[in-house]
Each structure stands twice: as structure tokens, then as C-alpha cells.
């Protein structure tokens, strides 16, 4: 009997193979392994499931000598194959061989006659249904920049109004980083305040995001210090006519008012109505357009060249 997952990408946010690990290894009732980690020795049937695609080359040809070294000693799942010779030996070594689809089945049965032709079942891991609320906010941007503890001070302004809510959580990613472990144990945070309030969108097109600021009541965006001029994610937003919940200061822009054209996490004791919101968002649009718009940039950028 198998007693572990071995994997190699682990990251079920990241990787589609990662997730289908990690719910193949919860309905089994074994623990997720990592193929390059010290942990997997001592298994004494791992399932490798795994596509060499994936592998950089140093880690398939370390994979490929701990094969030869366990051979029969472990089972295989192989949701693809290039016929590469690492795959091949891995097919040779392996105690049972099982493959995602009837292709795969087709090419390897002539290499391995007992290959098990098999599926992978659907891997959505939070199949909630939008619940509609009274009030709605939208939150977007890096992944790593998640500023918990005023999601914290949200929740509590939040209940405070008596009325139904949901959070919308979209997140970007800068070049050469990735959902690390920070991020994901963030994200967890943010279920663990908002409960059943929150959905994570995951990453978003323009369009998307767009349609997200004009439907939700509010935008929340949090920083390290404060606001700054040349934050696209906030200035999207007013530019939408959206309030916008954030934190301010001496460096935030200038002209920017609490209640007036956006709402200061630290300074406010409760969330606007109805009226007033709506009032926030037209004149953050307002000051958006008129001061930190596209006009004023290119004006001023060519008043710098001409000087």
C-alpha cells in the first residue's frame, strides 16, 4: 500500500498538479511529500505523481538516481510523458505505473503492458457560491503586501454596520516572485477574520477588475506606511469613482481628505451610509481626473522638458 504523496511542485495556489496532490492525499489519508525533501526516506511506498516537464534538470537527474536506487519500491502517477530517458527509466523502475488519460495509456502499454489507465477528478478546493450582500468590498493587488492586521480593523468597522457583507480578494504577483509560503499563510489570516465573508478571485484581467470596482461598495488597499502617489491600484479605483479604505500619511498625496475623497483606516470610527459613500467616490473621481490624472502627468512632463 502507498503511505505517501511524493510531489514535486507543492504549492497547490501555483501549480494545478500540486492541488490534485493535495486532494488525492486527504481522500487517502496520507501526507503530502516533497520528492527532493529528506522526509520522503522514510516511506516505504511513495506514489510519485508528478510531470517530468515540470523538473529542472538537476532535480530530474537526482530524481532519476533515487529511482534506480528504490526500484520497485515505489508507484507512479504520470499526468504527462515526452519519452525522455528519465521517464523511461523511471517507468522501468517502478513498482506500478498509473496515467491521467487514455493517450497516455495508448503510448506507454507497449513500455509497461500493466500501466493502469486512470482520471484526475476536478480539484476546486472552495466551491462557494457568491452570497449577495449588502455591502461588498474589493481588494486587489501584490501578493506579498497583504497588511493584516487593517484587515482586522476592516472586519470590526465592518460588523459594526449591522449589515451583510463580503471581501473580494484579486492578487498580482511582481516579476520572479511567487504564492510563497508568506502569502498563503496571509491569505489563511484573512479566512481565519473574514470567515465565510471571503472569496478569493485569484488573479484578474483589466476587464475583470474593472467590472469588481463597479459593482463593490468600497475598495480596501493597505500599505507598509501609508498611501503613495504613484500607487496604480488606488488610483484605478477613484479614477472608477470607487471609496476607497486605506491608510494615510505625511507622504500621501496631497489633497486627499478623510470622508471627503477617500476613507483613512486609522482615523475612522465608522463606515459612511449610503449617500455618503457614494459622495466619497465621485469626488475621489473627481480629484483623480483633475489632479492625478493622465492630463496633468503628460502636462507637467512636458513642462519639465521644455524648462
Known amino acids: 500500500m502507498i503511505d505517501c504523496i511524493a510531489g ?5 495556489w501555483t501549480c494545478g498538479i500540486a492541488k490534485f496532490n493535495m486532494i488525492l492525499a486527504q481522500q487517502l489519508g496520507l501526507p503530502v511529500v516533497g520528492i527532493q525533501a529528506d522526509a520522503l526516506a522514510g516511506f516505504t ?6 510531470k517530468m516537464s515540470e523538473f529542472a534538470d538537476a532535480d530530474a537527474s537526482a530524481l532519476d ?8 519500491r515505489f508507484e507512479l502517477f504520470l499526468h504527462a510523458f515526452d519519452g525522455t530517458p528519465v521517464e523511461r527509466r523511471l517507468l522501468a523502475a517502478a513498482g506500478r505505473v498509473s496515467v ?6 495508448r503510448t506507454l502499454r507497449t513500455l509497461r503492458p500493466d500501466v493502469q489507465e486512470l482520471f484526475c477528478p476536478g480539484t476546486i ?4 457560491r ?4 449588502e455591502l461588498s468590498v474589493f481588494t486587489f493587488g501584490m501578493a506579498h503586501k497583504i497588511r493584516v492586521p487593517l484587515y482586522r480593523r476592516l472586519r470590526d468597522l465592518l460588523d459594526a454596520t449591522g449589515r451583510s457583507y463580503s471581501v473580494y480578494v484579486s492578487t498580482a504577483l511582481h516579476e520572479n516572485t511567487s504564492f510563497d509560503g508568506e502569502f498563503v499563510v496571509r491569505f489563511e489570516e484573512l479566512q481565519s477574520i473574514f470567515d465565510r465573508h471571503v472569496y478569493f478571485m485569484g488573479y ?29 491600484t488606488v488610483s484605478a479605483a477613484m479614477e472608477s469613482g470607487c471609496a476607497v479604505i486605506t491608510n494615510l500619511d505625511a507622504d500621501s498625496p496631497a489633497g486627499l481628505v478623510h ?20 459622495r466619497i467616490g465621485l469626488a475621489a473621481r473627481d480629484i483623480a481626473h483633475s489632479r492625478y490624472g493622465w492630463d496633468q502627468l503628460v502636462s507637467q512632463l512636458r513642462s519639465v522638458v521644455q524648462l
Open 259 to 278: 470622508m471627503q475623497h477617500l476613507i483613512d483606516i486609522a482615523t475612522c470610527d465608522r463606515l459612511p451610509d449610503v449617500e455618503q459613500t457614494k
Open 65 to 72: 538516481g533515487w529511482a534506480q536506487a528504490h526500484a520497485g
Open 204 to 232: 484578474l484581467s483589466d476587464t475583470a477588475v474593472y467590472n469588481q470596482l463597479m459593482d463593490c461598495t468600497f475598495v480596501a488597499a493597505f500599505f507598509e506606511k501609508g498611501l503613495r502617489a504613484n500607487n496604480t
Open 45 to 50: 511506498r511513495p506514489l510519485l505523481s508528478i
Open 130 to 133: 457568491f452570497q449577495r450582500t
Open 125 to 128: 478546493l472552495n466551491p462557494q
Open 8 to 12: 514535486y511542485h507543492l504549492n497547490p
Open 100 to 105: 491521467g488519460n487514455a493517450e497516455l495509456y
